[in-house]
């Protein structure tokens, strides 16, 4: 609906922003890939500036994910240029995707990122975007609290799941204490599919359903690895 925020499952509205790479049309610039949209209340200020490395340090990983990574808070263009400029020569890391300028708030508004918070700094907002331009999640921090990059990974790996093979994914998969990396089939819709499900499936009861083995291995271990690396203790920029 006109002036509202994107939701779940609607389409990432249409929109032309300034970047540190150019101009960029959304969504359609980044058609045929999953785009993680995420906003930052300032440049120059200390959580942003972790997130920024933690984002660029992981960068790859997104792009092995067929993910691009586009930054976004309300500050200009050049305040940006030199950010990312101070980020490389102090700390040595070089962030490689573009950061949307929003000095007048306008895009912040459209999408939501501004809050009760603050009037006129976003709050850590994360939208990802599917290849055909749908809202598939949203995510909101606030302003105290840094995001968690490899929670961000496994959630666009479940996504990219859920949208392959659809099916659910249960609480902190793959290693849920119920079902461990299985999938949830989806609910059965009526009474005689839902009998069959217990001949069919894996079952707590008809309505709790689930497949083994169904989601790739190879997706299973990249999660595993972003869960492992996140609880680890901090050694190092990598």
């Excluded at 509202?4 to 540190?20: A, C, D, H, S, Y």
């Amino acid at each position: 609906m006109p002036g509202m925020i994107p939701l779940i499952g609607e389409k990432f509205p249409e929109m032309v922003v300034e970047t540190t790479h150019g101009v960029k049309k959304l969504p359609d610039d980044y058609k045929g890939k999953w785009l993680v949209l995420f906003s930052h209340p300032a440049d120059f200020t200390p959580v942003c500036t972790t997130e920024f490395i933690g984002f660029a340090l992981r960068y790859n990983e997104f792009k092995e994910l067929n993910a691009e990574l586009l930054g976004l808070s309300v500050d200009t263009v050049f305040s940006h240029i030199k950010w990312i400029e101070w980020i490389k020569e102090k700390l040595g890391v070089e962030i490689p995707f573009p950061i949307v300028a929003d000095p007048n708030g306008e895009v912040s508004r459209k999408l939501g990122f501004l809050h009760a918070q603050s009037a006129t700094h976003t709050v850590r907002a994360v939208i990802i975007v599917d290849p055909d331009g749908v809202v598939r999640a949203i995510l909101y921090y606030p302003q105290e609290s840094g995001r968690n990059i490899d929670e961000i990974l496994r959630l666009l790996v479940t996504l990219q799941i859920n949208t392959e093979y659809k099916r659910a994914l249960p609480a902190n998969w793959p290693n849920n204490g119920l079902i461990g990396d299985a999938l949830i089939v989806p609910p059965a819709k009526t009474v005689q599919e839902a009998q069959e499900r217990l001949k069919m499936f894996k079952c707590y009861d008809w309505w709790f359903c689930y497949e083994e083995g169904k989601a790739p291995a190879e997706l299973v271990a990249k999660v595993r690895k972003y869960l492992e690396r996140a609880a680890k203790p901090f050694a190092g920029l990598k």
